[in-house]
């Protein structure tokens, strides 16, 4: 019978917008703790990995106009708030679902486009809000999120570099996100549901003892 250890595997890796830091139970491969962090000059997320896999974090996006703030919780469900300063308008994104907390939504409803955001935005007679909140400051990060009868419908937080890609995505039941990195043949990927994150690895990764 093998013998079990109760050191633990370390996987580093890291570039100028990214740290990863996770470590693994040899004994049953699966995520022991860790950190994730992807930043770029307009948006950031991290990931904090308990013990038991169990995953929290916080989303961050922000323009010259607007911004985009959201924490993600271990138990997968996240809260948010939305500000756009051309329109005048800040939103509360709860349990899947958008409220309207400061400013006015003409009758006609809200269309604002810039270069790299958009926002368009309309209410119901009964107060309830559709449209789309969109940002990218590059094509490869940026956020989406689309409402329809006051609900979140869809959404995602996206963050690309060579070497490692972030997604999370947003709907009615919470979130869910996928890390992934490395190159070639040797490649690690992080799977988070429902605020539990398992790991594959496929091929030979410089992993640290």
């Known amino acids: 019978m093998a013998q079990e250890t109760t050191e633990k595997l370390t996987l580093q890796n890291s570039g100028d917008h990214h740290q990863t830091l996770i470590s693994i139970d040899p004994n049953t491969g699966k995520i ?84 790299h955001h958009k926002t368009i935005l309309s209410l119901s007679e009964d107060g309830k809000l559709s449209g789309i909140l969109e940002s990218h400051s590059t094509d490869n990060n940026g956020f989406r999120v689309e409402l329809q009868n006051g609900r979140i419908s869809s959404g995602s937080f996206v963050h690309k570099g060579e070497n490692h890609e972030t997604n999370i995505t947003l709907s009615q039941d919470g979130w869910k996100a996928t890390v992934a990195g490395g190159s070639g043949n040797s490649r690690w990927a992080i799977g988070v549901e429902k605020g539990n994150a398992e790991m594959k690895v496929k091929g030979n990764l410089d992993i640290k003892f």
């Open 32 to 115: 022991a703790g860790g950190t994730i962090f992807n930043f770029s000059n307009n948006s950031a997320v991290g990931l904090t990995l308990a013990n038991d896999g169990k995953t929290s974090g916080t989303i961050a996006h922000a323009g010259d106009t607007h911004s985009f703030m959201a924490t993600a919780s271990s138990d997968g469900d996240f809260k948010g708030e939305y500000s756009d300063k051309k329109t005048g308008i800040d939103l509360n994104i709860s349990g899947g679902i958008a409220t309207l907390t400061k400013g006015k939504i003409p009758q006609l409803g809200i269309s604002q486009e810039g270069d």
